[in-house]
C-alpha cells in the first residue's frame, strides 16, 4: 500500500522531491512551526495550559516525598471523596445518608475543611508534631498553615523546605487513618499517628545532605540526627 493511501492528506502536496543524500527526518509542526520531534514537543502542544497556581511550590518541590505530594494535590483542588461530597449524590439522598459523620472525631461530617485540621483528633496530631519546625504558634486550620507556608515559600532555610514536608506526611497519615477507620474498621490513638508522621519525616532528612550551619545543626537536633553535612546540597 503506498504512503498516498495510509496518508491522503499526501494528495496535497504537489511536487514531492526526494534527497536520495539525505537521511529522513521525524518532525512535528506546532501551528506554523516546524521542530524536530520529541515527546516532551507534542505534550507542550497538545495539552492544555492552566494558570499556575501560587501554592505549586508547596506540593513539588525537590526532595518531596512523591505519595504525600500528590495527596497534597489533591486537598488543595478539593479532590478528595470526603462525606460532604458524598451526601450531595443522589444515591445518598435516596439512601438517608445524613447521619454520617466524621470518623476520627464522631463531632462533624468530614470534609476538607475539617479534616486538614479542625477536627479534634487532626487538631490533636497537628499540636503534637509542628513544634519540630518551629510552627508552634500556627493553629491546626489549614488556611493559617497554608498561609503561614506561603510566607516562606521562597525561602532556603532547612526549617522551611521541612516545614513542607511535615505538612504533607501529617495530611497523608490523617487522611490514611480516616480510610483505616472507614474501610478496615482500624483505628489508632492521636500520639501513635503524630510518630508516623515524625518517623517518616526522620527516615526522609536521614537520606539528605545539609549545609553545616547553626541553622541546620539547630534543626537537626531536633530530629535527633546528627551529621550529613555537605557543601552543596539542602537548605541553610
Same mark, same amino acid.
Given at each position: ?29 506546532? *501551528? ?5 520531534? $520529541?515527546? $516532551?514537543?507534542?505534550?507542550? $502542544? ?10 505549586? *511550590? ?8 512523591? &505519595? ?24 445518598? #439522598? ?16 468530614? $470534609? ?17 508534631? &509542628? ?34 514536608? =511535615? ?20 483505628? &489508632? ?12 519525616? #526522620?527516615?526522609?532528612?536521614? *537520606? ?8 541546620? #545543626?539547630? =534543626? ?7 551529621? *550529613? ?8
Amino acid at each position: 500500500m503506498s504512503w498516498r493511501d495510509l496518508f491522503p492528506v499526501l494528495n496535497q502536496i504537489q511536487q514531492v522531491s526526494l534527497d536520495p543524500n539525505k537521511n529522513d527526518r521525524l518532525l512535528w509542526k506546532d *501551528g506554523i512551526d516546524l521542530d524536530e520531534f $520529541s515527546c $516532551s514537543g507534542v505534550w507542550d $502542544s497538545v495539552r492544555v495550559r492552566e494558570p499556575e497556581v501560587d501554592w505549586m *511550590g508547596l506540593v513539588w518541590f525537590s526532595h518531596c516525598i512523591p &505519595r504525600h505530594a500528590f495527596l497534597m494535590w489533591l486537598i488543595f483542588r478539593r479532590k478528595l471523596l470526603t462525606q460532604d461530597k458524598i451526601l450531595k449524590w443522589d444515591f445518598a #439522598r435516596r439512601r438517608n445518608m445524613n447521619m454520617m459523620c466524621c470518623l476520627l472525631c464522631y463531632a462533624n461530617v468530614d $470534609s476538607h475543611t475539617h479534616l486538614f485540621f479542625e477536627c479534634k483528633f487532626s487538631s490533636d496530631v497537628w499540636i503534637l508534631v &509542628r513544634d519540630k519546625v518551629d510552627m508552634g504558634d500556627v493553629d491546626p486550620k489549614w488556611n493559617a498553615i497554608i498561609d503561614w507556608l506561603k510566607r516562606q515559600m521562597q525561602s532556603k532555610l532547612a526549617t522551611d523546605y521541612v516545614s513542607r514536608l =511535615l505538612v504533607a506526611a501529617t495530611s497523608y497519615f490523617i487522611w490514611q487513618e480516616r480510610n483505616a477507620r472507614l474501610l478496615k474498621n482500624q483505628t &489508632r490513638p492521636p500520639d501513635t499517628i503524630a510518630t508516623a508522621v515524625l518517623t517518616t519525616v #526522620r527516615y526522609k532528612l536521614l *537520606g539528605m545532605k545539609f549545609k553545616d550551619t547553626d541553622n541546620v #545543626r539547630r =534543626l537537626l537536633s531536633k530530629w535527633e540526627i546528627h551529621g *550529613g553535612y555537605a557543601e552543596d546540597d539542602g537548605g541553610r
